[in-house]
């Protein structure tokens, strides 16, 4: 069965730290990671990474895959109150038929 | 450009009773997919499906059934519904590339089984 396990389960921080998320997995016919952050609504997608693409950076945030040790990263920079959030991890398969597997992410708050 | 819309963002239903949620998506996706988030858990898949014509079943989807008869719809049912479906809901849809298959979400469907 298909695993992603992100940790911690909480975090909270105050305004200005840098905090790392931690996403590791184990699925067989790894294609793609990807982060995603969901506030009061839907997910919203941060990055991809792939085996052409391990490391991905979006202004303060950056994410890295390390395909060896079946984890990735993402990192958050001076953080900011808007970025309280809950951050999911997914790991995309190859099975025939592309499937999605999430973790349970990550609920971030900032404290001002 | 309106991505993915699902409708009815919210709804209370009674035990026993039958309803649709709603999606399309107007980015010309061939996948689409149904997940439920429930409180503190990550997203489980409920169907799927890699072009019209054609469903299959993800993680859980007993108590569920989709159809998709065109490219943009994708509408999910749930037959006799239960307590235990009371959850959040989002559908999705992806176009595939060579480097990957990037997941686009719905605003969510809030249903409450009473």
């Known amino acids: 069965e298909d695993k992603v396990v992100q940790s911690p389960l909480s975090l909270v921080v105050h305004e200005g730290d840098t905090v790392t998320l931690n996403c590791s997995y184990e699925v067989t016919n790894f294609r793609s990671l990807l982060w995603y952050k969901q506030e009061k609504k839907a997910p919203t997608f941060l990055f991809m990474l792939?085996?052409?693409?391990i490391e991905k950076k979006s202004g303060r945030l950056s994410s890295i895959l390390d395909k060896k040790e079946l984890s990735s990263i993402l990192n958050i920079t001076a953080t900011q109150t808007g970025d309280s959030a809950i951050y999911l991890c997914a790991v995309e398969v190859i099975f025939g038929n592309e499937k999605l597997t999430f973790g349970t992410g990550t609920r971030l708050t900032i404290i001002p | 450009n309106a991505g993915v819309t699902q409708t009815p963002k919210f709804r209370i239903l009674k035990i026993g009773q039958s309803m649709t949620l709603q999606c399309t998506q107007d980015m010309n996706h061939n996948y689409m997919y149904w997940y439920r988030q429930d409180p503190g858990m990550g997203l489980k898949l409920i169907y799927y499906?890699?072009?019209?014509?054609?469903?299959d079943k993800g993680e859980v989807p007993n108590g569920y059934n989709v159809s998709r008869s065109t490219t943009e719809d994708f509408p999910l049912r749930l037959e006799l519904a239960a307590p235990s479906q009371t959850s959040v809901y989002f559908c999705?849809?992806?176009?595939?590339?060579?480097?990957?298959?990037?997941?686009?979400f719905g605003e969510g469907s809030w249903l409450t089984v009473v």
């Open positions: 792939t085996s052409s693409g």
């Open positions: 499906s890699v072009g019209a014509g054609i469903t």
């Open positions: 999705a849809s992806s176009f595939l590339t060579d480097f990957g298959n990037t997941i686009y």
